[in-house]
């Protein structure tokens, strides 16, 4: 953890390419980054209808870091995906920093996605064809039109390096996922969610393809991080030492979320 | 940005993009030779035939039925026409020929005396017999540059200004003094039958009329000519068939009523040349003149017709082979969709529009249709401007002859590179692709992004 003790700190002023963000500080418990109500997903299954999700409520803080808990088809990954906009729920409704996002268009979600969300997964999900570098700058990237990103190309690829290199991959900057290690690719994964600087931060099972050590090694970088941007992180998962460092634990049991 | 950073990386990253490439290069290039080589032999053809004909002809009909037309009434209403820079009269006739001998007999000669059905084994060749005027002939068509181009100097006339002139001590010795009218043979016909200068031919044609009653046969029409130079179109059909004489030796030999079989016109420069037959038509038609009128194209409608469908057959079978070539980049990029379903997930989930994942692969194929289009339009350009160095190497190299001379009437292949069509057929190459490859792209934009994520 000492490199990512050592590394300054990362500021919207310091990287004026960067979207919105603060400069570190206190979680403010009081900012409601995301809203949801009576989350409901259905799933048809032949001639069935199987309803994954049940009336979720769950409000989340600037900050504030959840850890959902459940048994492997309890519909964990699917509210993820509800709340990082990936998918639409069939009731209910979800706003995110005081934007209601039910709805909003393919394209408007799209674009709070990638501002607002950044998602950590279990099997990384890195592009093969391109560098830790290029992966991890990919959603400044998106965010870019040719024009701009040439004009910015230099702040936002050095935004990138750094992260990376506060996650300890200094030298792994120009190395594709299949020559890094698993641990190595979940910071990669990492580096990339966090560097357009998210106000949330959903990690499905972040450590769940990891040994013990490097699961730790994540853990702490990931919980750091998230501390240290004030971040608010979202984070799936099996492991019960993982999730009891987070401020709040819910379980999700056929499809009822609950405290 | 993403867009073209990830279509690039994609294509890259993947031989078989290559692949595409090089086959829309080669179906582009293809396409591009075949399109050069075909417009060449267009031109060429048009050239050679343009250079031996006039820009219109009048064919007076002189068939007995008709009253006989004298060439100075016909020239009279030629040339009141408005276009016309000049035009003069010719007299034509089919003939058989031979080399002269001493023993042969100068005057007519009777039916029996040659055997017409077997005639190339009585020692005659065919050959159409021009009668001309040479100070008009060389106003109105190139005349002057069939003279001047004959490459042999043994071969080429005297005096380019009075090309039926022969120098006395040119001619055989018996034949001196005989004061036998001159004629014109085409270069490729002395050197195929070794003739020279001041030699003489006996021609033999038909008269204008024939009677078989009472089982004696007609006369034919013979006479003696000597060589005076030789000429050369460039065009080898004309060069072999045709012999040139002055219009009253053409009128002591032939003995023909008629002193006009067509007239050679020549349009002053941007003349609408169908609108100048037309007028020419009515004009003859008004002084009760009856003839034909054609343009040069009207003339050789058939084989330049021939031509130009022979080029668009080849340019439609190309092209179906170029669009072949652009469905296979069309399956590539069905099959980069499919490959990269998980991609396409992960870039959803950093917040990539669907419209931008659509047009990864549109640009992907567009590039593999553009870089191919551009690699065909290189190399399909640079063999056409080097068909017969190509042509030679692969004779050479592999014993193999992909043009015969002897087939077409030109030495070498004729190429002509039109570099704005070639641009449109790239254009259209990279159009077509980019149409056919908005499918898979828009398979890539319709996926969903949760399903991605989960594809294995």
Redesign the interface.
Known sequence: MSDLEDAPSLSAEDHPGVRGAAAPAEPDAREEILVARGLTRRFRMGSSVVEILRGADLTLHKGEIVAIMGRSGSGKSTLL?QL?L??RPDDGELVIRGEQTTTLS??ER??????E?G?V?QFY??????TAL?NAV??L??????L???ARRGSHTRRAREMLSELGLRERLTHKPSQLSGGERQRVALA?ALVGQPSLLLCDEPTGNLDETTSERIADQLFGLAERHGHTLVMVTHDADLAARADRILTLHDGVLTD | MFVWFLALRYLVARPVSYLGIVAIGLGVGALIVVLSVMNGFLEETRDLVRGTTADIVVFPIQDGTTRVVPRDEILEVVNAQEGVAGATGRLVRPAVYKLHTEQGDRGRMRLPDINISNSENAGYSQVLVLGVDPDREMAVSGFTDYLRDVRSPDLKVDDVRFPFRIHPGLVAGHLRNAGLPRILVGEDLMLAMGLHKGEALDIVTLPDEISLEGGQGAKFASDTFVIAGSFRTGHYDFDTGHMFVMTEAFLDWSGTAMDVSEVYIAAIEGTDLDALRDRLDAALDEKRMYAEVKTWRDRHAIMLGAVENERTILAFVLGLFVLLTCTITFMMLVMMVQEKVRDIGILSAMGAPSVGIGRIFAVCGALISAVGGLFGLGVGTWVALNANPVKDWIETTFGIEIFRKNVYAFTDIPTSVHHQLNAGIVALTVVFSILICLYPAWRAARLDPVAALRHE
């Open positions: 995906h990082g990936l998918d393919r394209a799209c674009r709070l996605r990638n501002h969300i998602f997964f999900h890195l592009l093969p064809e391109l290029q990919m959603p990237m998106i965010d870019h039109g040719v701009a990103w040439l990339r």
